[in-house]
């Protein structure tokens, strides 16, 4: 894919499938309820990714990033009820993608996976991550409220991008009301800038 890139020098390797805005208007959240178990939001969704350039750890990791911002409205109101930013990091030499998120709820995280050769073709990519708490390189931040009453254990991310199109199934692994719960998020995306 060819865009025109603020940054001509920076190979952002699969990420440049990213870069752009993208819509999506048939999401589905399914998080804990109290009362009843689960609830299903069915939700609208914009993310904005915008090139960071590259940078470089202790001189020999260089890192292409770029930043986004996700936000997600409830369709049965309109609210904003998610409210996400972040980056996502190629490292060329080591073959491995990084996606750290912060959400104002006092979390955050950074996740971790390689891309396989089978995932990256010239018509897009596929990347699944993951993070977990306690995990020694992809770890889970939390407040102590968050940490004490809706503790997130784990979180997988499997995103498929090409040219026009954006999904991706995402779980969280809670401790939330006294049980274990597996809240997940689903859309499908289509660029528009």
Known sequence: MKIKQKYPDVDYGPLIWLIGEWKGDKGMDIAPNPETGKEENPYTETIMFEEAGNLKNAKDQEIAVVRYLQIVFRKSNGEVFHDQTGYWMWDAER?????????????ALLAGG?????????????????????????GIVQSPFLRDNAKTEKFKMKLRVDEKNLTYFETTDLKI??????????????RVK
């Not at 073959?95 to 979390?107: A, C, E, K, V, Y």
């Not at 390689?114 to 992809?138: M, Q, R």
């Not at 009301?177 to 289509?190: C, K, Q, R």
């Open 114 to 138: 390689k891309l396989s050769p089978e995932n990256n073709t010239e018509k897009g990519f596929v990347i699944e991550v993951e993070a977990s708490d306690g995990h020694a390189d992809w």
């Open 95 to 107: 073959q491995l993608i990084m996606h750290s998120l912060t959400i104002p709820r006092g979390f």
């Open 177 to 190: 009301y006294s049980g274990d719960f597996e809240h997940t998020d689903e859309i499908a995306l289509v």
